[in-house]
């Protein structure tokens, strides 16, 4: 008599995303080992990101310096202009062009030498900020073509500083870290960015602020008619801040702070920024006092910081993508970036998260129309298609270690079955290992064309994020080889299309008792 198989099957594979901080043997087999170039779908399944697309020709003022800041100017007619910076220059993108913006403004031009600019814009007028150096700003009812210095529009007033950090919210300009002052907020007139003595303009000294002692301002951030300020290891919350003269200390947070101004970033409902504890959300932040370790990033926080000790100073940067629901975390030297998903918290406080290793980010902009636009060595790249920039990358998705009850029996895997969404002729690799082993086996299998797109052809999967010519298929291999414990991978060249893991059911035979 043939032994019966024992079944084990994956639901919506990967929906806990990635884990690499606990035990890979207590794992739920929900989490992943290993997603790398994934997402976390609308239907909380693992399945291929989306790729980048170049949106300028080359520029020989750029040539290969990277794009290290993109900004979106929104004029008060509601006219849309992309900028951007790279090497020593400003550019803004336009029906696939880069055009260099030349200086306008009196005098001799400024000499830049470094790369690290800040944008913000303001009532029509975009800004780039960076310690050491003017602001500079695009002002489209002046020109189109050129760059000035902020205190050379007309009606300029007071003294506009060279800070490192600014923001526009409440209807002024918001800067501080500066060279020589690290504890001042400057704030600008009412809808005059260029204006910072009289009206309503002034400033908030922070010597003395912090409870802690000594920090010094990194970043801000407004939501709800509160302004956050950063400090390395503390974080100040001031209340009423839509009228800056009479806003008051609301709260602090001590032993948390922010480490990288360009990851801080508000969704909404929240802020995200990066501490040297890790991916934090402010808001829990402030509610949890008393538990520091739930963090965003839980569940790939030894990673994290990690890649933040070995990041360059001013390289990391974030974004939060309303439209796609992920804020994407950048870590430029170490060529890895980490999409967290944020329609829901794990258990734990966590996101689910997953890696990209194939489009290393320099900079970031999410527009008002929802699109995620990416800086690359000479090339401002957008979010789209399933290609990077027609280059083909490769989907990686490898589950916990599973053990077929009992565990101290040997198990073989003698088949699996797997439901997948692709296109026709989409070759998918499936992979297993058994006892902690990197060998792994492995057989290719290929979605068939004529498969079923009924269930998912219309609704959510006929439209936006799966199109009629995606196919529900179920493909299967044969098993190999026994151990106690097992892992299985599942790998795929991503070409113009999306791959979406629907269900992993694994039938292994069971053995003798070890």
Partial sequence: MSQQLTPFSIVAPGFYGLNTTDSPVQLSANFALTAINCVIDKAGRVASRQGWLAQNTTHADLGTSDVTCIGECIENSGTSTILCS???????VSGGV?????????GAAPTISAANWKFCQLNGVAMFWQRGYDPLIYDPTVSTTTFRRLNEKAGTAGTVQQANEAISAYGRVWCADLTTDKNTVYFSDLLSPHVWTGGSSGSLNLVGVWPKGGDEIVGLAAHNNFLYIFGKFQILIYSGATTPSTMSLQDTVVGVGCIARDTIANTG?????LANSGLRSLMRTIQEKSAPLRLVSQNVNQDIQDYTAAAAEGSIRGVYSPINTFYLLSFPTSSIMYCFDTRSVLENGAARASTWDAINAKAFCNTKDGIVYFGKAGY???????????????MSYYTTWIDFDPAIRISILKKSIMTVIGTGDQVITMKWAYDYSTNYFSENVTI???????EYNVGEYGIGEYGPDLTV?????????????????V???INGAQVSIQR???YAKTGRLQ
């Fill in 86 to 92: 790279g090497g020593a220059f400003l550019f803004k």
């Fill in 98 to 106: 880069l055009t260099k913006l030349t200086y306008g403004g009196g």
């Fill in 269 to 273: 409902e929240d802020v995200i920024f």
């Fill in 380 to 394: 401002v790249g957008k979010y789209t298609g399933f290609t990077d920039n027609a280059a083909t990358y490769r």
């Fill in 448 to 454: 068939d064309s004529l498969g079923s797109p009924a």
């Fill in 473 to 489: 298929n179920i493909v299967n291999t044969s098993g190999s080889s026994s151990g106690k414990v097992l892992q299985y991978g």
């Fill in 491 to 493: 790998e795929s060249v």
């Fill in 504 to 506: 992993i059911d694994l």
